[in-house]
């Protein structure tokens, strides 16, 4: 790594993400780390320009104030303390201002004028270092990934060819529960034209009828990810010498803020259920990156946007937004509708606007007249929200010409669909998902 660090010690903070977004924002690179970081894994770590012993709310553990270990104050690198008195008095501090415009102007100080750091964090150096990381950890030694066609599986795989090229293989399960064209545009991005080894495994029969009948939210999705597990161990099965899995975890994934140490989570558990036999050593490039750094790290691998800055989707799909027991004509009304209504919101100028937005199916029908006879139908629900994290979430008000286009557009397009409906309801109480 050649990028200068700041680290950020958890003392109790809330705010340890935050800080480190902040700086990363400035150019510098950033790692949260426990409190009790020992003198070995501070040294351990490259090119560290600065402390920052992040004290908040959780300070006090069972009665007892935590603090940085005597290592830290013994190292010799310029140490800031936020947010509560330092241990030490003959550490210089700087004050913590309440304001957050002087906040962010002590934190600039800080790093620059203090810790002397360079601003050469961007995506470019982060990119050549990790190919160099990739190719010392994995050799001439084989990578396979499950390759969903999401933000963090599709970054990681066009970083790992780049790295490796040949020596990756990517999985691509279609469980059928994706959006439209979602299947072919891996298929087209990363066959065709990065030239990955790409398995496509057509496993929408098998995950339909497994699913048939099932008409309970929980055990649907239950079902989504074994048979997800099931499927991708039958692929890897059947290809020789690998011994290394990429995934796509990220910095959110493995940082606990606001506990009292911010543990370092170990690995993210999407593929847990692989037996025994089937361990392998995990390629986590991203794992320091935030989800606006790992969008600018496939920007610059040249990933297109409508991969890049995809709306947040469920591992389930379109499972949960099918509700009650999936039917494949319910299913196939619920894709096309909500690709018209992704179409309509491209033309309103709300993609990337708009948090997420989606279509639901109920599992029943209603009364309409079509071509002057009597149709029973099934109504579709329009759901459009905002959220910073997911939480809570409010609705978009979406502007009515918008709204009667895509209802006009369904009613016409799409088959069995009789009505259109618009759900007003924030969260809590309701959930951003149906299921
Ligand atoms: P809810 O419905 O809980 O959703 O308000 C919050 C956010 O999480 C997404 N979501 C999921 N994401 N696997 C995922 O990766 C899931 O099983 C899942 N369920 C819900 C949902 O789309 C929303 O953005």
């Given at each position: 790594m050649q990028q200068d660090m700041i680290v950020i010690l958890d003392l109790?903070?809330?705010e340890n993400t935050r800080v480190a977004r902040e700086i990363r924002t400035l150019g510098v690179y950033t790692e949260i780390h426990p409190h009790d970081i020992t003198a070995e894994q501070l040294s351990a770590?490259?090119?560290?320009k600065g402390i920052i012993l992040n004290g908040g709310?959780?300070?006090?553990?069972d009665g007892v104030e935590i603090d940085a270990s005597d290592a830290v104050y013994g190292a010799g690198i310029p140490l800031m303390a936020v947010d509560h008195k330092a241990r030490k008095a003959d550490v210089s501090l700087e004050a913590w201002p309440e304001d957050e415009a002087e906040r962010s102007m002590a934190l600039k100080r800080f790093v620059?004028?203090?810790?002397?750091?360079?601003?050469?964090?961007?995506m470019d150096n982060f990119i050549a270092d990790q190919i160099e990381l990739i190719r010392q950890q994995v050799g001439n030694k084989k990578v396979l990934l499950a390759l969903s066609g999401g933000v963090d599986s599709s970054v990681v795989a066009a970083l790992l060819i780049r790295a490796i090229g040949d020596q990756l293989t990517c999985v691509h399960v279609?469980?059928?529960?994706?959006?439209?064209g979602e299947p072919e545009q891996v298929v087209q991005v990363f066959?065709?034209?990065?030239g990955a080894n790409l398995i496509y495994v057509d496993a929408v029969d098998r995950f339909l009828n497994k699913l048939?009948?099932?008409?309970?939210p929980e055990q649907k999705r239950k079902i989504i990810g074994a048979e997800f597990i099931r499927v991708f161990e039958e692929e890897a099965r059947k290809?020789?010498?690998?011994?290394f899995l990429g995934q796509g975890t990220i910095y959110p994934d493995i940082v606990e803020s606001g506990t009292k140490t911010a543990k370092m989570v170990k690995?993210?558990?999407?593929?847990?259920?692989?037996?025994?036999?089937?361990q392998f050593e995990l390629v986590e490039p991203?794992?320091?990156?935030f989800k606006d750094e790992v969008r600018a790290c496939g920007v610059a691998l040249g990933l297109p946007d409508s991969m890049v800055y995809r709306q947040p989707f469920p591992g389930p799909g379109l499972g949960v937004r099918c509700l009650g027991a999936i039917t494949r004509d319910r299913l196939e009304a619920l894709r096309e509708a909500d690709a018209i209504l992704r179409d309509e919101f491209d033309k309103a100028g709300l993609r990337g606007k708009v948090w997420q937005y989606f279509t639901v199916i109920p599992d029943f029908r209603s009364t309409g007249v079509r071509d002057n006879a009597r149709c029973f139908e099934w109504p579709v629900i329009l759901r459009a929200v905002n959220t910073v994290d997911a939480m809570t979430a409010t609705v978009e008000q979406v502007q009515w010409p918008v709204l009667l286009k895509i209802t006009d557009r369904i009613l016409a397009e799409v088959k069995g669909v009789n009505r259109v409906l618009y759900d007003l309801s924030p969260k809590p109480v309701a959930t951003i998902e149906w299921e």
């Open positions: 109790g903070s809330k770590l490259p090119n560290v709310v959780n300070r006090v553990v620059f004028d203090d810790c002397h750091a360079i601003a050469n964090w961007n279609n469980h059928g529960l994706l959006r439209k066959r065709d034209e990065l048939a009948g099932v008409a309970d290809l020789d010498g690998i011994e690995s993210h558990h999407n593929v847990g259920g692989l037996p025994e036999d089937l991203l794992k320091m990156l």
